[in-house]
């Protein structure tokens, strides 16, 4: 099961304000491409002050989680220096960085196996109700502000 487009982009533009909002009260900036269904976010590694960018293809969404990933600022290159290393929420060693690289969430398209992921165990159409007591995050803001939380934790960048 997906979404089509004219769906996806709907409820992109209805949680578009929410969006900006948290953007603009955490300082990042993020676009929203409806015709190419991309979210960009970037901002700067709280340890390093280094660029960053996220990057996630909405083109199933909600239906299935965006695929997000970590890129080179500008470009559409992901390699290992792109992602932040994990560090502990807590004093739990559960970070969403992974050093394979993925952001290792249910709200992430690229942690399942048939993309690549470790997750053979999760099924990607019911996203929504994985709970693996790290993170949970069911629509775009909550899945940057997860991303907000574990980054503000991360030592440095992998690679």
Known sequence: M????????ATVAAEHDAIVAWAERFGWTVTVDL????LRATTTHP?????????ASLAEYPA???????VTPGTDDS????????GTMG???GSIFHTNPCICAPWNQLAYQVHGGPHA?????S???????LTKADTLPDMLDQIHQHLAVSPGMQG
């Open 91 to 93: 004093g739990v060693s």
């Open 2 to 9: 997906s979404s089509p487009p004219s769906f996806t982009r």
């Open 47 to 55: 340890k390093l002050g280094r660029a960053l960018e996220v990057v």
């Open 64 to 70: 299935k989680p965006p695929a997000w990933r970590f």
């Open 35 to 38: 015709d190419a269904l991309v």
């Open 121 to 125: 165990d999760w099924t990607m159409t």
């Open 127 to 133: 996203w929504r109700e994985i709970t693996n007591g």
């Open 79 to 86: 390699p290992t220096s792109a992602w932040p290393s994990p």
